[in-house]
C-alpha cells in the first residue's frame, strides 16, 4: 500500500511564521484615514492590542510562535497533507492532486490559526474581553474555541439571519463557551437606532461589525478582531504552507501548481506564502510555482475588480485600505451560496497580483459544488463550500493535463468540513442554484462609488 | 513541549482483525429460531451474503482485513491516539488521560470500521444493492460512504421524523451517493400498510428495520446490513483496540481502566476487545485492566437488564439472541437525548459481562451533557452524546483518583464528533434535559413479555 497521507510530529510544528512583508518588492500601501492619511499606531490601538499592531506593522522576515501558542496548536497541528489518489483516477488524469485538510481543527476550518495566537496575544496585552462578528459563524466559533483556550472571554455579534437559520455553528460557539448575539442587538447604539426604526430587521455582516467595533470602544479592556484580510492574519496561517513543504519533501514530490480559494485572503495566503517566500530568496523550484487564488465568478474581487483604496467595511467605518475592490457597498447576489462574499481582498494578496506574482480564476457555483460532491464521493470528506472552489479550479487542471498528457503536480488547501453547510449542498442536489457572472455595468456602477483619495 | 498525540503512519494499519469468539471460555449461545431452534445458516443467507456469514460464525482468531478494505481504511486510519492533558488540569487529577478519536471517519464515527468491509465482502459476493435502516443517520453515512468506495447503491430507509427534522445527516447520506428513503415508505407492503391507516405516521427504527428488510428479501440482488450488535460488526471494529495498543506503546503508557459508550455494543468492543484477548493469551498487564461499559441511565442494559434470549429489534422481526435486556419493546423516555437507545446488547459483550470480564455503569444525562461541554472546552472536540457518556465515566474516575491521590491511567475511545447533534446540546443548555432513571417496575413489565424460549 503505497503511502497517501503524511501526518507530522506535533515537534514538527513550525517554530516561526513567515512574513512576506519582508520580501515584497514594493512598499507596502499604508491604510489611510477619512482624511486620506496613513492612519496611525494610536487609532489603531483603541481597538487592538499592541502586539498585534506590532506584527501587523512588521517587516521581519520570520516571527517567532509563542509556546504557549504552538501548544494550542499541537491539539490538532499539524494537519495531514494527503494525495487524492481515488481522486486522480476518478478523472483518469496522470496530474498527482495533493490536498492539505485543514478540517481536523477544533471548529472545522483553518481560522483557527489566527484565532488562537490572537487571543493569546490579547491575553498577555492584559484585555480582558474579545469581540468580533461572524456571519455563517466560522470565524465567531474559531474564536470561541481560542477564547476558552486563555480563559478570555468572547462575545460574538452574529447576523440574526444567521443566529435564526443556522442554529448549529451558534450553538458550537456556545459550547466551546462563546457568547453570541443576535445583531442588530439592543447592546450598542447603532443596533437600538436599527431595532427602534425596524424591529425585525434581519442584520447584516456590515451591522455586525459596526456593533462590535462601537461595543469595543465602548468597553473598557474590550478588544476587537478579525478573521481574515489584515496582514497578522495572513502571517499566522503561514504555518499551512510551511507545514506543507515539509510534508512535500517526506512524500518525496513537489507542486507544479497551488491552488486556494479567495475571500479575504487569509487560507490563500496560508498555503502560498510560504512557497512564495522561498521563490523571493531565489529556490528555483519555488519560483516555478503557478499560484492560483480562486474565487466565485459571483464576488471576482481579484478577476474584475480594480486596484484602489476603498472602506474594508461595506458602510465606510474603517480605515482605507489599497486593494482589489468590487466597491465596499458590493453585494454578491443571494443565490450566492458558497461563501467568499467579500467585496475586497487582503492588501498583501492585492499587491501578489498586482505585481503579477499569483493569477487569480474565477469559478460559477454550481460547478463548484458539482467538484464538492466529486471531491467527498472520491475521498470521503465533505468540503465547505468555500474549499470547494479551490477543488474545482484543481479539478479543471487536472482534467487540462488529462487532454495534454502532462503529469503535473496539483496542489490545493481544503480549508474546511462541510458539516455545517449542507443546506447549501441541499440547495445544489435540489437545482435551486444557479450560476451568475456580475454584470459589467453593475460592477462599474459600485466601482463609481469608491472613495476618493488624495 | 511533550508529546499529546500519537499518529502512526498508514503502514501501521493492522493486517487483521481480533476475532474474541476464538477465546471465550463458554461457547456462545446461537441465534434461535421462532421454533426455539438453532437458526441455519439458510436462513441468513436470504439477507446477508456468504462471506459476513462466514465471518459472523467463524472461530478463528484472526481474520485477515482485505488489502481492499486496508486501502480505504487508509483514507482516515489510523485514527490519533491522545492524552487529554488540559482535560487533566481542567480536573486537577493526578490520572492520566488518553482517548482515541474515531471522529476523523468520513461520516464523523467508528461506524465505517464496519461498514467498509461490510460493503467491500458484499460486492465481491456478487451483491448489486445494499439495504439498511437508520435513526439519527450514523450507520447510514457510513454505509452511504462505504458502498460508494466500492460502487455498490445503497437505499436507506431513514425514520421520516429523523428525516424531516435531522436534514444534515440526510444531505450527508446523499452527498456521499446514498439514496435516502422517508419510513413508512410506499416501496414496501409494511409501509403502504401504516400509510393507509395512517398518513401522517412519524415512522420509527422498528418500521425502518421492517422495511428495510422486506425491501431486502423482494428485491433480487439486495442484501441487509447492520451496524452493531452482531459478530461480525463487533469483529471489525477491532481495529480501534489494535491501533491503540500500538500507540500505547509509543506513549510509553499503559491503560488501567478502559471506558466505551456501550448501546449496541460494537463502539466497547473496538476499543477492548484487543485488550481483553491480549488478556486470555496471559498477558499479565491485560489481565489487570478494568472494562467499563457504559450506558445511559434512561436505558440501562447492562446494569438493570436480564440475560435471556430476546427479539433483536422491537417487533419480533429477528432470530431469538442470547443476551442483557430490558425487553424488546422497551422504549427510553422521549426526554432522553443521548443515543445508546437499544434494548438489548451484543451477544458478546452480553457474554463477556455474564462472565464478570467486563464491568458496566450507568450515568445520567445532565451529567453527560456536562462532561461533553468539559471536554469540548478542554479539549477542542465537540463529542457525539454517545461519546459523552465515556467521558462523563472517565472523568469520574479521574475525580475519584484526585480524591484518592492515585495516579492511574484512563483510557476511553470518543467514538465520534457532535457536529450534527448539536440540537441536543441546545436542549442541555436550555435546561430542558432532565435526569430520568427508568422505575423497577416499568423495566419489570416490559422484561415480562420476554418470549418465552425452550
Not at 444567521?162 to 453570541?180: H, I
Not at 519555488?286 to 474565487?295: P, Y
Not at 472602506?311 to 454578491?332: E, S, V
Amino acid at each position: 500500500m503505497s503511502q497517501t497521507r503524511i501526518v507530522l510530529d506535533q515537534s514538527e510544528i513550525p517554530t516561526h511564521w513567515y512574513n512576506i512583508a519582508a520580501d515584497l518588492k514594493n512598499p507596502p500601501s499604508p491604510p489611510l484615514g477619512p482624511d486620506g492619511k496613513p492612519v496611525g499606531p494610536e487609532q489603531m490601538l483603541a481597538i487592538f492590542p499592541g502586539p498585534i499592531l506590532e506584527q501587523e506593522m512588521s517587516a521581519e522576515r520570520w516571527i517567532k510562535i509563542p509556546d504557549e501558542v504552538r501548544q494550542i496548536y499541537a491539539l490538532w497541528r499539524p494537519s495531514p497533507l494527503c494525495r487524492a489518489v481515488r481522486l486522480e483516477q476518478m478523472l483518469g488524469t496522470p496530474a498527482k492532486i495533493f490536498y492539505k485538510y485543514e478540517g481536523v481543527s477544533p471548529s472545522g476550518s483553518h481560522k483557527p490559526n489566527s484565532a488562537v495566537p490572537q487571543a493569546y496575544l490579547n491575553k498577555i496585552a492584559g484585555t480582558q474581553q474579545l469581540l468580533t462578528e461572524t456571519g455563517a459563524g466560522q470565524w465567531g466559533s474559531s474564536l470561541a474555541f481560542a477564547g476558552q483556550m486563555f480563559g478570555l472571554p468572547v462575545k460574538i455579534f452574529m447576523v440574526k439571519v444567521s443566529y435564526d437559520q443556522k442554529p448549529y455553528r451558534r450553538l458550537m460557539m456556545q459550547t466551546f463557551g462563546g457568547e453570541v448575539v443576535a445583531s442588530p442587538s439592543n447592546q450598542t447604539k447603532t443596533g437600538r437606532d436599527i431595532l427602534a426604526a425596524d424591529p425585525d430587521n434581519q442584520g447584516s455582516l456590515g451591522i455586525a461589525i459596526s456593533e462590535a467595533v462601537e461595543a469595543t470602544v465602548t468597553t473598557p479592556g474590550s478588544k476587537y478582531t478579525l478573521g481574515s484580510v489584515l496582514n497578522h492574519v495572513l502571517l499566522h496561517q503561514t504555518i499551512v504552507g510551511q507545514e506543507a513543504k515539509k510534508q512535500f519533501e517526506k512524500f518525496g514530490e513537489y507542486p507544479d501548481m497551488i491552488f486556494a480559494p479567495c475571500g479575504g485572503g487569509s487560507n490563500f495566503a496560508g498555503v502560498s506564502f510560504p512557497f512564495l517566500g522561498d521563490a523571493a530568496a531565489g529556490d528555483k523550484r519555488a519560483q516555478k510555482i503557478r499560484f492560483v487564488a480562486v474565487e466565485p465568478a459571483s464576488c471576482p474581487t481579484l478577476t474584475k475588480g480594480v486596484y484602489a483604496y476603498d472602506y474594508g467595511d461595506a458602510t465606510g467605518f474603517t480605515p482605507l485600505m489599497k486593494m482589489y475592490t468590487l466597491g465596499h457597498d458590493f453585494m454578491p447576489p443571494g443565490i450566492h451560496a458558497g461563501g467568499l462574499r467579500y467585496h475586497g481582498d487582503s492588501p498583501l494578496v492585492s499587491q501578489l497580483y498586482n505585481e503579477k506574482l499569483i493569477e487569480a480564476v474565477a469559478v460559477p457555483q454550481t460547478a463548484t459544488f458539482e467538484a464538492g460532491v466529486m471531491f467527498a464521493r472520491a475521498e470521503g470528506i465533505i468540503p465547505a463550500p468555500e474549499s470547494a472552489h479551490g477543488i474545482r479550479a484543481c479539478i479543471d487542471e487536472a482534467l487540462r493535463c488529462k487532454a495534454s498528457g502532462e503529469p503535473k503536480t496539483l496542489f490545493f488547501n481544503l480549508s474546511g468540513h462541510g458539516h455545517f453547510d449542507m443546506t447549501a449542498y441541499e440547495s445544489y442536489f435540489g437545482g435551486k442554484l444557479q450560476d451568475f457572472e456580475y454584470p459589467a455595468e453593475a460592477i462599474q456602477a459600485s466601482l463609481a462609488r469608491l472613495p476618493k483619495v488624495g
